[in-house]
């Protein structure tokens, strides 16, 4: 079993749709982060949370440390947000344990 | 600005042979983390520096090593690889416990 958990694992979308991604993780971290990873490969840190809300133009990121849940929102999506969305649970010693991820498509 | 340098980006080698893979961080970052991405799957931590010590050690192979410089710069060094090394690795920096900002890559394809 994973550490960290996402879903759904595949996600389509029409253009301006608004998007939940979903991420559980087990054990107790020291921050949350969300990536997001284009096809070729190259790998962009969105957000790094320790506890509540950030938003960043149109992706918002939520955590709740007692349920152990985040969620990264991406409101009135568009073609060029169509990536792989990775939530990974930061510990201690700052190493990232990474999810699964999640593909997003979103049509025109 | 400056962001994390990987080098080579494109590495193909054979089978028993030694690759070094480098990574540059961020200027007055002191904390460098190797990831190793295979076909499909997800990242997975390899080993992690801080300060020129190694901070931390995941699921790293003993054919592996890694050490940080004096000018925080890092060095993987592969040797005997097999057909499963075939990944894309990457390195991160940071400033301590802070986001982590990543390389783009180094594609090692071993044949």
């Known amino acids: 079993k994973n550490e960290v958990e996402q879903s759904p694992q595949n996600l389509t979308a029409q253009e301006g749709e608004f998007i939940t991604i979903n991420c559980s993780y087990s054990v107790g971290i020291s921050a949350l982060h969300w990536l997001q990873q284009h096809p070729g490969g190259g790998i962009v840190s969105l957000f790094m949370?320790?506890?509540g809300k950030k938003k960043h133009g149109r992706l918002i990121a939520t955590i709740n440390i007692q349920e152990k849940h985040s969620s990264l929102h991406i409101t009135a999506s568009h073609p060029r947000d169509s990536a792989v969305y990775i939530c990974a649970a930061q510990y201690n010693t700052d190493k990232l344990i990474f999810g699964t991820g999640t593909r997003l498509q979103v049509f025109p | 600005a400056a962001g994390v340098i990987q080098s080579p980006r494109h590495l193909i080698k054979e089978k028993r042979e030694t690759a070094t893979l480098k990574c540059y961080p961020i200027?007055?970052?002191?904390?460098v983390y190797w990831y190793q991405q295979g076909p499909g799957q997800d990242p997975q931590f390899l080993i992690s520096f801080y300060e020129k010590m190694q901070s931390d050690k995941g699921s790293i192979p003993d054919r592996f090593s890694a050490q940080q410089f004096s000018d925080y710069h890092s060095e993987l060094n592969m040797s005997s690889l097999e057909l499963g090394d075939s990944a894309l690795y990457f390195c991160?920096?940071?400033?301590?416990?802070?986001?982590?900002?990543f390389g783009p890559g180094t594609r090692l394809l071993v044949l």
């Open positions: 949370l320790s506890s």
């Open positions: 991160a920096s940071s400033s301590r416990g802070a986001t982590q900002y």
């Open positions: 200027p007055r970052h002191d904390t």
